[in-house]
């Protein structure tokens, strides 16, 4: 099928033109930026592509050029239109859909090797986006995103860094997580007042046997970093029913000094804490 020959630049300006009104959205614009993308995408040679919030179509139009399928689910109807109408492809299936509050397009949700997600993500809804697709357990071979660059360094963090904190470990619970490249603010239109970060993530084995526990132990993380300026067992004071001398006690008991803080701490190393709690006392 011969298609007309586009820019990201000139499908964003073409957009604009017909929307006036603004969408609080920074549409990517920079072919580098998006070169960027296809490439972190082909090095998995998916065999599908879903693309969260296609917007002016900048990324999708190079993503059906890829020769696979692409489902593009788009909550703002003038989106939708505009896709359908610029990039008639047999490849392209576009789905109106609020990605935060409908239930996800039945073909998504069952098992098919490799479909790889790729989004330019709204800042404010990134992370809400991501746990959904952990949470409601999205089966796919890796996923292509950008986020805002403070919230990705975080999403990457390692321990012992001033990024690390609950979000690192739990997101890293599921996912390998790497950064390809930070993106500044000339690569959008309009310009955010932030830089952007691009990440790859890809699924780690699944550690607990069900998603209740993934939960617990989430938990477990997200009090232990609740006071970042305390030790480990004064932000952990009066969780399962323990005081800080307890927590001292498992602290020391793992190995680690009594005084130890949670940012120090790697995702391994919750891990193991977490094995060695009683499970019934698990919230």
Request: glycine share 4%; aromatic share 8%; charged share 20%.
């Amino acid at each position: 099928m011969i298609m007309e020959k586009h820019t990201a630049l000139s499908l964003v300006k073409r957009f604009r033109q017909h929307n006036k009104k603004s969408l609080g959205q920074h549409f990517l614009i920079d072919e580098h930026t998006i070169d960027a993308i296809l490439h972190a995408c082909t090095v998995f040679g998916a065999k599908r592509y879903v693309e969260i919030g296609p917007g002016a179509a900048a990324l999708t139009h190079r993503l059906v050029e890829l020769g696979q399928p692409v489902v593009a689910l788009e909550k703002d109807r003038r989106c939708v239109a505009f896709l359908k109408q610029t990039l008639p492809h047999p490849n392209l299936d576009v789905i109106e859909t609020d990605v935060l509050e409908d239930p996800w397009p039945e073909a998504l949700t069952q098992a098919q090797p490799k479909t790889l997600w790729v989004s330019n993500l709204p800042y404010n809804i990134a992370t809400p986006i991501l746990f959904r697709i952990i949470d409601d357990q999205i089966p796919l071979q890796a996923m292509i995103l950008m986020f805002q660059y403070e919230v990705g360094k975080r999403l990457a963090a390692t321990a012992g860094t001033k990024a690390y904190n609950a979000l690192s470990v739990i997101a890293q619970l599921y996912f390998d997580i790497h950064i390809i490249t930070k993106i500044g603010p000339k690569a959008f239109i309009p310009p955010p007042k932030v830089d952007s970060v691009l990440l790859r993530l890809t699924p780690r084995p699944q550690r607990f046997a069900s998603h209740d526990e993934a939960l617990a132990f989430r938990a477990l993380v997200r009090a232990a970093f609740s006071q970042r300026r305390k030790t480990m067992a004064n932000a952990l004071a009066g969780y399962l029913g323990r005081n800080k001398n307890d927590w001292q006690q498992q602290c020391v008991d793992m190995g680690w000094q009594p005084d130890v803080r949670a940012q120090s701490l790697s995702l391994d190393a919750f891990l193991a804490l977490y094995d060695k709690l009683p499970k019934r006392s698990q919230p």
